[in-house]
């Protein structure tokens, strides 16, 4: 549901609301337009992401989660959070810090 390397990112810009495809662009640095274009659809296809044609002239396009998208924010953050207390763990540990300590002491 969420394989891809910039899925996550887009369904975690979502989360915030609706988005225009050049608002998310500039959200995920790095992504090309063919890949967000990508990413989009095939979120789309699974029933992720909503694509809404806005009655404007030009006509414009937002994105949002759908209910099942919406669903995929708690497991996200759960990432999140695991991730952080790995980094924090790995920080603390004794082994990092010698090592950190020998990095310093005989620079290369």
């Not at 063919?34 to 789309?44: G, Q, V, Y």
């Not at 937002?62 to 790995?86: C, F, M, N, Q, T």
């Not at 790995?90 to 002491?105: F, G």
Request: glycine fraction near 6%; aromatic fraction near 4%.
């Amino acid at each position: 549901m969420i394989e891809g390397a910039w899925t996550p990112g887009v369904i975690w810009y979502l989360s915030g609301g609706a988005r225009r495809f050049n608002e998310l662009k500039l959200d995920l640095p790095g992504i090309s337009a063919k890949m967000l274009s990508t990413r989009l659809r095939d979120l789309e296809q699974k029933g992720v992401v909503v694509r809404t044609v806005m009655p404007t002239s030009p006509p414009s396009v937002e994105y949002a989660l759908s209910d099942l998208g919406r669903e995929l924010i708690p497991i996200l953050e759960a990432i999140i959070d695991v991730s952080k207390r790995l980094k924090r763990r790995k920080a603390e540990s004794p082994v990092a810090s010698a090592l950190s300590h020998d990095m310093t002491a005989h620079p290369v």
